[in-house]
């Protein structure tokens, strides 16, 4: 192995390093109806504000909702099959060494900021936003914190989510 | 129904967010996400390479269909903070439960919030995710 431990920690200097810059290139993506209906569908959420224009208007909005969660999802890029990784994401991250076997998707959390409708425009911008080495009951893990900014074309902050990975 | 500022501390709500979860709604949520990592839609990969005993669902699903809960108990456009941990697998044929407690009524900034507990449970009484929401009721 080329990154034989010097020390104990999991986590190499020049990864710490990392914390506070962006760990992708931002993402604009606009917000169609029928990606956040299929997004809408898929988790089985059918609110008429999400379908039904009249149903969005009647509740007070401009135009069709999306739903809170679907922004994470609109900013995803298509990429073709040859750059989609093994585990199924799509290349392009920038790479962060650990000395770790796995990692794991630990969870999520966001702020909903304001609204999101179909036809804005949305900015995401992912930083890297903690990495800290913790002691755990099978071990020392690594808890990777990610932030991710996502702004409409009005320059308002629509809301901001934070991945939470677990390596080890 | 939407919470409203008599909410209080203990109120609660659940709703059966899926019923004998199918590997095509785990297919859907893959292509409708861009999250296509083939433990969770191919059965070859996710038992003979991952080692697990059959493909599972995507946590970000389990997350999005328990959003569907909280909206319809909090009303649109209400839900300021929502956070998940995953707890365990969700798997094909799994029928989950996701309920919201009211633990808290606060005010800030003039407005009147409720912090809600969310839990997630199988079909078998385990807990599959916990989270944390906050939304505006007043």
């Known amino acids: 192995m080329q990154d034989q431990p010097t020390d104990e920690s999991l986590v190499p200097d020049e990864t710490r390093a990392l914390v506070g810059t962006l760990v992708a290139e931002p993402v604009r993506a606009e917000i169609t109806a029928k990606e956040s209906q299929r997004y809408a569908q898929a988790v089985g959420d059918l609110d008429p504000v999400y379908f039904d224009i009249d149903a969005a208007s009647a509740a007070g909005h401009p135009t069709l909702v999306a739903p809170p969660t679907f922004v994470t999802h609109a900013v995803v890029v298509g990429l073709p099959l040859d750059r989609i990784r093994t585990d199924g994401l799509f290349t392009g991250a920038m790479p962060m060494r650990l000395r770790v076997q796995r990692t794991m998707f630990g969870g999520e959390e966001w702020d909903f900021d304001a ?54 | 129904m939407p919470l409203a500022a008599t909410t209080k501390v203990g109120d609660s709500y659940e709703e059966t967010i899926v019923e004998n979860l199918s590997r095509t709604q785990i297919v859907q949520y893959a292509g409708a996400s861009g999250d296509y990592n083939p433990i969770h839609t191919d059965e070859v990969f996710a038992t003979q390479v991952a080692g697990y005993p059959t493909v599972f669902a995507h946590g970000m699903l389990t997350m999005g269909m328990t959003g569907k809960m909280l909206t319809n108990y909090v009303g649109d456009g209400r839900l300021t903070y929502y956070g998940v941990r995953f707890v365990r697998q969700v798997w094909p044929g799994d029928t989950l439960v996701a309920r919201a407690e009211v633990s808290a009524v606060r005010t800030e900034d003039g407005a009147t919030l409720a912090d809600l507990v969310i839990t997630t449970t199988n079909d078998k009484g385990e807990v599959v995710m916990t989270g944390d929401a906050t939304a505006r009721i007043g």
Do not use: M, W
């Open chain 1, 115 to 168: 609204p999101v409708y179909v036809g804005d425009t949305i900015t995401a911008e992912t930083r890297l936003a903690s990495i800290d080495e913790k002691a755990g009951s099978k071990g020392p893990f690594v808890r990777i914190v990610r932030e991710t900014t996502f702004t409409n074309q009005h320059g308002d902050v629509v809301a901001r989510s934070r991945q939470i990975g677990i390596a080890r």
